[in-house]
């Protein structure tokens, strides 16, 4: 059995630190970390006094989606996300703040931005005219519309004077990934602007609302994205004015509040502000916040904790689910603290939230999602299931007429991640941060652009390939990340193996480039239990990044979607929910089974099947699974649905049974909609 939680052994490691390899040639190293202390020359990193980051984010479409990633960002645009503009009334463009200078109109708030700033991604990223036109459209409207005061958007009062800014501040990220893609002057000036108006708020009417005083975090990474273009002073002090009134992230044994989403998008705020700060307790604090909600709350496989809509005491078995907003948000800060850091650990952590829970939250046709996913979930309905959850309501249906939040800011899961695969490195490489079939353009070594493509079916199958196109021969730093998980990565250059013993960090290859060379990753992947010590002693199954889950026949029932929405819904007259079903979701096989292992070497209980890869792309569905397990269990006659309608909680591991033994087949996580994935254990 495996049990592990080093991020805190992690930070302490965190730094240029070369391993000891045991036989290595010139061509390639182990490394812990990438070395900070450089600049690159080509993209825009930190400047001083800001600490320089590990990793430096490439602009919106230096990279080009391939495999199942393309493949999922296609059925976002010809789904749910492409097409809400007909169906939200908070995108309708009647009576909408974002479209009046006055900042007055009947919609506008956290969604046009929530969605946008996914959906104009994936328009950049497929350059795909329709989704540019109507960004276009919603960006030049928030250009145009900024008031003399440097204020912009919807004019929302919590409270006398009390001026509410969560709303801008994911239209600020929209702001900034346009001015990537189009370098529009226009947006340094309005962000300019606006920044030197949010610094004449008083202290006391600063970020006192609920919302913005958790999340004043994104407004400081606004802040330094504009600092690092302009290197206007005056954006330090107002960093440090959101610093301080920002709630408090810096707690050793509590949170400010235990609402999911804040938690997955605020725990690195301190962490943002120990690019200023230079106190290394600021970005402890974010480890720590990760650590204590995980600790807690987070005994479950899939990388997230339970929290629908808040973590509550006493409501921490693996039914408790957490929100698809949470999940994006938990994603975009792994990349963030990724690139702060360097630390393998934020992308692994991705992965798993992105393999494993962010891809089940929807159909397979990405039309319809939920509001809430658990590791175990063995319905997804239209009922009331509080307070099993904290929600009331329909809040385990897919419905695409409802979830309002999550409906909308879903958009920026896949596209954030895409953007994330490749990241730039201080000594003027390039780093393969998160794998996944792609090509990225980039200026390497003297300057010189170079294009790689990687060819992959990761995280179903173990080999990256990567072939480097340039157009002279060029000098640079290629970084291979190396998960925890994977005990022998193999790379050879032109098929010739590199002897490089690396078990965890980077594998950093330094080579005179040229065309057509060749780099091959191996990283061989293997069965691993994970014991759920504090959640009654289950059991997660992993191969490699993928954890599994037990295969329940799924039975779809079509529902109206507009019966079937949250309460808080809302849509737009025309919006047909017969073009746009609601679906619940129903086993039509036992779930109740407990696993039989081999209690000397469990991992010899599962054999790994391997099948074709699906003709449509699509590997997160059961029936398109290209792997899965088998294994033996029993039936657990007395864990049943409980009285709110959910899978009772765990029975205690290990459990005495007389049922005799099935056969069982296990399915990648990520692909089941509904799931046992935290497993008891028979006796």
């Not at 969604?111 to 328009?123: D, M, Q, R, S």
């Not at 600092?227 to 949170?255: E, H, P, V």
């Not at 970084?479 to 594998?507: F, H, Q, S």
Request: hydrophobic share 35%; charged share 20%.
């Amino acid at each position: 059995m495996v049990t592990k939680n080093k991020m805190l052994a992690s930070f302490l490691i965190i730094g240029m630190q070369v391993l000891n390899v045991t036989a290595q040639t010139p061509a390639g190293i182990a490394v812990r970390n990438t070395d900070n202390t450089a600049t690159n020359a080509f993209y825009v990193g930190n400047k001083a006094p800001l600490l320089k980051n590990h990793f430096i984010k490439l602009p919106v479409g230096s990279i080009t989606p391939g495999g199942w990633l393309k493949n999922v960002l296609v059925l976002q645009k010809d789904g749910l996300t492409g097409n809400l503009g007909e169906i939200s009334i908070w995108l309708s463009k009647d009576d909408n703040a974002w479209l009046n200078k006055d900042g007055k109109g009947k919609h506008g708030w956290e969604e046009l931005p929530y969605w946008l700033k996914g959906y104009a991604n994936i328009g950049y990223m497929l350059k795909d005219p329709k989704m540019l036109a109507e960004t276009k459209f919603w960006i030049d409207a928030v250009l145009k519309n900024q008031r003399e005061s440097g204020d912009f958007g919807p004019i929302i009062e919590k409270g006398k004077g009390k001026r509410d800014l969560w709303t801008n501040m994911p239209m600020l990220w929209c702001l900034q990934s346009y001015y990537e893609y189009s370098k529009d002057p226009k947006v340094i000036v309005l962000m300019t602007k606006y920044f030197k108006w949010q610094l004449t708020i008083p202290d006391e009417l600063l970020l006192e609302d609920y919302w913005e005083n958790s999340r004043g975090g994104d407004n400081i990474v606004s802040i330094y994205w504009l600092y690092n273009r302009t290197g206007d002073k005056f954006l330090l002090d107002l960093a440090t004015k959101m610093d301080k009134n920002t709630a408090n992230w810096r707690q050793s044994d509590n949170l400010p509040n235990w609402h999911n989403v804040n938690i997955a998008q605020c725990f690195r705020e301190p962490g943002t502000y120990y690019l200023q700060s230079h106190n290394e307790q600021d970005l402890k604090a974010s480890y720590n916040n990760q650590l204590l909600i995980r600790n807690i709350y987070g005994q479950v496989p899939g990388g997230m904790f339970g929290g629908d809509e808040n973590s509550r005491k006493g409501y921490d078995d693996p039914r408790q689910a957490v929100e698809t907003c949470g999940m994006v948000e938990q994603m975009t800060s792994d990349q963030m603290m990724l690139g702060i850091t360097g630390d393998t650990y934020w992308a692994e952590n991705c992965e798993d939230v992105a393999f494993n829970t962010f891809s089940a939250a929807f159909t397979p046709d990405y039309k319809a999602l939920r509001y809430l996913t658990a590791p175990n979930m063995v319905i997804s309905d239209a009922k009331n299931h509080n307070p099993g959850i904290d929600n009331s309501g329909p809040f385990l249906m897919m419905n695409p007429f409802s979830s309002r939040c999550c409906q909308h800011n879903h958009a920026a899961g896949w596209v954030y991640y895409a953007e994330n695969t490749w990241m730039a490195t201080p000594d003027n490489g390039i780093a393969a941060t998160l794998y996944a079939e792609s090509s990225v353009k980039v200026k390497v070594g003297s300057g010189v652009e170079v294009t790689l493509h990687q060819t992959t079916k990761y995280p179903f199958e173990d080999q990256v390939n990567i072939r480097i196109n340039t157009p002279k021969v060029v000098n640079f730093p290629l970084y291979l990340r190396v998960p925890a998980w994977c005990k022998d990565a193999v790379v050879m250059v032109n098929d010739k193996p590199v002897k490089v013993a690396a078990t965890e960090g980077y594998i950093k290859l330094t080579n005179l480039w040229k065309n057509g060379d060749q780099v091959t990753l191996k990283l061989p992947m293997a069965i691993e239990i994970r014991e759920w010590k504090k959640n009654k002693n289950s059991v997660s199954v992993n191969y490699g990044p993928l954890t599994y889950s037990l295969k329940i026949a799924e039975n779809y029932i079509m529902k109206d979607s507009k019966e079937t929405a949250i309460g808080d819904s809302q849509w737009q007259q025309g919006a047909d929910p017969k073009k746009w079903p609601s679906y619940e979701i129903h086993p039509t096989s036992a779930w109740n089974y407990g696993l039989v292992l081999d209690k000397l070497n469990p991992e010899r209980s599962f054999t790994v099947v391997k099948k074709s890869w699906p003709k449509d792309g699509n590997p997160f569905t059961n029936g398109n699974a290209p792997i899965e397990l088998k294994a033996k269990g029993k039936l657990i006659p007395e864990w049943k649905i409980d009285k709110f309608g959910l899978v009772d909680i765990l029975p205690t591991s290990p459990i005495s049974n007389s049922e005799s033994e099935t056969a069982l087949t296990l399915v990648p996580m990520g692909g089941a909609r509904l799931r046992i994935s935290a497993f008891p254990v028979i006796k």
